[in-house]
């Protein structure tokens, strides 16, 4: 029994070793690597979407199991049965725990888009994924960040709002999850300085749905709250 147990857990440790240092060749599609990370279920057709998330991990799972996953998930708060389907079948997913890096090989992409995610990790987890992109990306490759922009929720704060200020960026409370709980927050200053410490140039504040990253009016939301910038790989 102890030689059985001793061999199972090595077993189970060697197997995440392989997971959390995995590299991969990513799948081109027309010629153009687009990765998305912490996506959620906001995606994109034509992107490769890497998440942690237990939909990410079912994506590859039958239609039946997704119907099951739906009723047990909670999401019909968010989608109808056909639209969760799709988004899982219809889509690209590869389930990865992004604090460990970027599962793919160096310089193997051209597009870097993360939308609401880079919040979720903390300081030192952060920096690591930043300069995780950098690896992947192909020289001149392009980046485009979206958080909650620190400067909207101390404007809550100076409008009265403090609950909603504290409750949604600073102490957010939520029984989903610990990954959607937020660890650090940024402005354009504060991103920017570890998009530069990182290793990016042309760092640039962008619009809503304006930029040089395709599909933004698919990807882009959250207007108000949002901070949008991008950045290239050096070439």
Not at 9 to 23: C, E, F, M, P, V
Not at 156 to 167: A, E, I, R, V, W
Request: glycine share 6%.
């Amino acid at each position: 029994m102890n030689i059985l147990r001793f061999t199972i857990d090595n077993s189970a440790q060697i197997i995440g070793y392989l997971r959390r240092h995995r590299k991969i060749a990513p799948k081109s599609i027309d010629g153009v690597v687009k990765i998305n990370l912490g996506c959620g279920m906001a995606v994109a057709k034509g992107w490769t979407n890497i998440d942690g998330s237990l939909n990410a991990l079912a994506s590859s799972w039958p239609h039946f199991m997704h119907k099951i996953l739906y009723r047990a998930s909670g999401s019909s708060h968010y989608y109808s049965i056909h639209e969760y389907c799709s988004i899982l079948e219809d889509n690209i997913f590869i389930h990865h725990v992004l604090s460990y890096g970027i599962p793919f090989v160096d310089e193997s992409v051209d597009v870097v888009y993360s939308s609401h995610f880079l919040e979720h990790l903390h300081q030192h987890e952060a920096m690591h994924l930043l300069k995780e992109t950098l690896r992947v990306l192909k020289p001149g490759g392009l980046v485009r960040i979206c958080i909650p922009d620190l400067s909207y929720a101390i404007c809550l704060y100076s409008l009265g709002k403090k609950k909603q200020m504290l409750s949604d960026y600073f102490f957010v409370e939520t029984k989903e999850s610990y990954f959607a709980r937020h660890k650090y927050m940024y402005d354009f200053e504060l991103l920017s300085e570890s998009l530069s410490a990182a290793g990016f140039v042309n760092i640039v504040r962008c619009s809503y749905r304006q930029g040089n990253a395709p599909d933004l009016n698919s990807l882009d939301n959250r207007p108000e709250e949002t901070l949008f910038v991008e950045a290239n790989k050096f070439t």
